[in-house]
């Protein structure tokens, strides 16, 4: 930047400083000036305001969008093996290692809200799920596993069935039905790695099921749904 235009950006930034001044009075005028290194040292703690936090605001909300809320009512508990299994569901079309990752049984869960969320940027399980506990994506995974427990969020397999039966009935419950994935995190009973992530597609007539860790480094494309309990979608 040349001099001559350095010196027009400064006079017009004091100029709009002066005209934003709250109203002073002799004496606190001549305070300042008779000490201008004290008034130089505070000045050059200035910077411009919540320049930080809009960031991270805009980028969380490009990540996820609340596209429906769906009620669930209350749902049985169920054998994790019987889970994705009967008329929608496809013949073969269920990974087996629900049976090896997860607890054998499903427990029965109260009425509740599911909130599907959709993807606006391909990313991983982790990436999405950062955000919605308002940490960062470098947070180690056991505990987003944790903290997704703890603050209500996961789900049973079972309540992910009852979402995709709604959804074969035509309720809007904003599941993609074109062969794009369903995403929803589950407990695993295991310790060191207490959730993964369980998803459901519906690939022509009929639906299928998977699987993967929560720590998976694949990226999932962008217009993905996922499915989280008991979420406020307004603090997103």
Not at 104 to 132: G, H, M, R, Y
Request: charged content about 25%; proline content about 4%.
């Amino acid at each position: 930047m040349s001099a001559k235009a350095f010196d027009h950006k400064t006079a017009a930034f004091l100029g709009f400083v002066i005209q934003n001044m709250p109203e002073m009075d002799d004496a606190t005028m001549n305070g300042w000036m008779d000490d201008p290194a004290a008034t130089k040292t505070l000045l050059s703690g200035f910077g411009p305001p919540e320049v930080a936090s809009v960031s991270a605001r805009v980028e969380t909300r490009k990540l996820l969008e609340s596209v429906a809320t769906t009620q669930l009512g209350a749902v049985a508990a169920k054998k994790t093996i019987q889970c994705f299994v009967g008329s929608v569901w496809a013949r073969g079309g269920r990974d087996s290692d629900f049976d090896r990752w997860l607890p054998a049984n499903q427990p029965k869960t109260d009425a509740c809200a599911i909130t599907t969320l959709a993807s606006t940027e391909d990313a991983t399980f982790v990436k999405w799920f950062a955000p919605i506990l308002g940490v960062s994506a470098d947070t180690p995974v056991k505990e987003i596993g944790e903290l997704l427990i703890a603050r209500g969020h996961t789900m049973t397999l079972a309540q992910a069935e009852e979402m995709a039966e709604k959804t074969e009935r035509g309720e809007k419950t904003g599941m993609r039905t074109d062969g794009w994935g369903n995403f929803f995190p589950v407990k695993t009973g295991d310790k060191n790695n207490p959730v993964s992530v369980g998803y459901v597609f519906r690939g022509g007539r009929d639906w299928r099921s998977g699987v993967g860790r929560l720590g998976y480094s694949r990226v999932w494309d962008a217009g993905s749904r996922i499915l989280v309990r008991n979420l406020d979608a307004s603090k997103l």
